[in-house]
C-alpha cells in the first residue's frame, strides 16, 4: 500500500523560508521521478518542481531561483526548502511520486505579515 505524508507547512511572513517533507512508503521510492505540486481553492494543481531519481530538477519558472527540490532515498524522503515565500506562494502543497495516481493530504503554507 502506497502511503504519503507531507509536513512542514506553516504561517510564515513575506521573505521567510520553510522546508516540507514528504515521506513516502511502499514503493521503491530511488527508482521514481519526485513531484511537488500545489493548488489554490477553486484551482488545478500546479506543478511547483520536479526531481528524477538521478537527482536532474525543474522547476516552474514563478519559483526558480527561491526554491529547491532534494531527495533522501535512504530515507524515502522528497524535500522543498521554500526561501523569499511570496503572498502569491500561499498553498496547499502535494507530493507525488511521478507516474503513480496518488496523493498525499498534503501541508498548507500561508503568507501573511
Known amino acids: 500500500q502506497v502511503r504519503i505524508v507531507e509536513s512542514g507547512g506553516g504561517l510564515v511572513q513575506p521573505g521567510g523560508s520553510l522546508r516540507l517533507s514528504c515521506t513516502v512508503s511502499g514503493i521503491n521510492f530511488k527508482i521514481y521521478r519526485m513531484e511537488w505540486y500545489r493548488q489554490t481553492p477553486g484551482n488545478e494543481r500546479t506543478l511547483v518542481a520536479g526531481i528524477t531519481s538521478g537527482g536532474a530538477t525543474n522547476y516552474a519558472d514563478s519559483v526558480k531561483g527561491r526554491f529547491t527540490i532534494s531527495r533522501d532515498n535512504a530515507w524515502n524522503r522528497l524535500y522543498l526548502r521554500m526561501n523569499d515565500l511570496k503572498l502569491e506562494d500561499v498553498a496547499t502543497y502535494y507530493c507525488?511520486?511521478?507516474?503513480?495516481?496518488?496523493w498525499g493530504q498534503g501541508t498548507q503554507v500561508t503568507v501573511s505579515s
Open positions: 507525488k511520486v511521478g507516474s503513480l495516481p496518488y
